[in-house]
């Protein structure tokens, strides 16, 4: 494997595990905990799919008349996993985006869909994610998280937003919360299986194939330029402090409700 490629994995393995081991899942036992984690996690699910589309615009051609634009193998990784994350299946065979099967999950659960529904109609009225976010009244978890990926958007830079993409935005959650949201299906799966289900279709669709292409894709952006991989390493390693901080804040949400019954 690329050298730089084990570089970078090796400097963000530290925040990794912090992550996977964060103590935020061990607080989710109840309907109500999961409820309060999916409340703040569905703009994480949303805002993958602008970084996604970044990533879409600078490696394939969006224009007319169309031309050839970068590799082939990245077009297929982009066109394929957009393909995957926008226009999939539900438990009933009805195509969505995975934004929209969570939506889905989160109102067949109960969770409040009340913040994330108002940010999509304030976008469609070109108000700014900014502004947006505001008037929705986000926690300042939930801000800075999605102010760093447009942060990365607006670089500019396909190596950076390939980076975060890559190894900030992978599957991050751990297999004991796959194990709770299983036990908690099998006692209430009227409330519980459709958050399952995009559970199991978002690892099957971010499997080993996609990471081995997504790996490819930042090799090729950053080629030989020692100051591209080193922009791939920050940007990486700020995008999982992020992840770190929307879990620290999560966690409080539910502590406050645990104290608060």
């Not at 994350?85 to 109960?110: C, I, P, R, V, W």
């Not at 009225?125 to 801000?143: F, I, M, N, Y």
């Not at 591209?228 to 999982?240: D, F, I, P």
């Amino acid at each position: 494997m690329n050298p730089n490629i084990l570089k970078i994995q090796s400097a963000i393995e530290p925040i990794r595990q912090e992550i996977t081991s964060h103590s935020v899942y061990k607080y989710i036992h109840e309907l109500e905990d999961l409820q309060l984690f999916m409340q703040d996690h569905v703009f994480a699910v949303w805002d993958f799919m602008s970084l996604l589309k970044g990533l879409q615009r600078h490696l394939t051609c969006v224009d007319i008349p169309w031309i050839p634009v970068g590799s082939a193998s990245t077009r297929f990784l982009i066109n394929e996993i957009v393909i995957g994350e926008e226009s999939d299946t539900d438990t009933e065979g009805n195509t969505m985006s995975h934004f929209e099967l969570y939506l889905k999950a989160m109102q067949q659960s109960g969770a409040s869909t009340e913040q994330i529904e108002k940010l999509i109609v304030l976008l469609s009225q070109k108000v700014s994610v900014q502004e947006a976010l505001t008037q929705v009244q986000v926690s300042e978890s939930v801000r800075q998280f999605v102010d760093f990926t447009f942060e990365v958007i607006n670089t500019q830079k396909p190596h950076i937003m390939a980076a975060v993409f890559t190894f900030g935005r992978e599957d991050l959650i751990p297999s004991m919360f796959l194990s709770m949201v299983k036990d908690l299906n099998q006692s209430m799966p009227e409330s519980i299986s459709i958050f399952n289900y995009y559970l199991e279709r978002h690892i099957e669709v971010d499997g080993d194939h996609h990471s081995h292409l997504a790996l490819k894709m930042v090799e090729e952006l950053c080629g030989n330029d020692a100051e591209k991989w080193a922009e791939a390493e920050a940007y990486s390693l700020r995008s999982l402090e992020v992840r770190n901080q929307l879990w620290n804040g999560v966690e409080v949400k539910i502590k406050e409700l645990v104290e608060s019954v």
